[in-house]
């Protein structure tokens, strides 16, 4: 199994940086995709990126391509979401997610989450 634990949330005005990380327990990661999704209020949640563990292929979302950087670190088996140019519609629960096959942007196909992490950007 993959089991994500997020962190890095918080506070922070728009045009700021924040970095959050997942760090994703298993005993192997040959076939894992991890992939980064949030959720407001009201909201269905939603794709942000995600990336394949062997190979580091990324995926993002429209709406933080050229602002979000996913990455991973293999040694300390994390994966991690650096976002720049923060804005307020950008504030939600921010949940990482493993699974065992496909790289996808549907949350569905995902069987592991970690409990989220908290993002406000204020206006």
């Known amino acids: 199994q993959v089991q994500p634990v997020e962190s890095g949330g918080g506070l922070v005005e728009t045009g700021g940086s924040l970095r959050l990380s997942c760090a994703a327990s298993?005993?192997?990661?040959?076939?894992?995709?991890v992939g980064w999704f949030r959720q407001a209020p009201g909201k269905e949640r939603e794709f942000v990126a995600a990336?394949?563990?062997?190979?580091?292929?990324?995926n993002y979302a429209d709406s933080v391509k050229g602002r979000f950087t996913i990455s991973r670190d293999n040694a300390k088996k994390t994966v991690y979401l650096q976002m720049n140019s923060l804005k307020p519609e950008d504030t939600a629960v921010y949940y990482c997610?493993?699974?065992?096959?496909?790289?996808?942007?549907?949350?569905?196909?995902?069987?592991?989450w970690g409990q989220g992490t908290q993002v406000t950007v204020s206006s």
């Open positions: 997610a493993g699974v065992y096959g496909l790289q996808a942007t549907n949350p569905k196909a995902y069987d592991y």
């Open positions: 298993g005993r192997t990661f040959v076939r894992v995709a």
């Open positions: 990336i394949t563990w062997s190979a580091g292929s990324t």
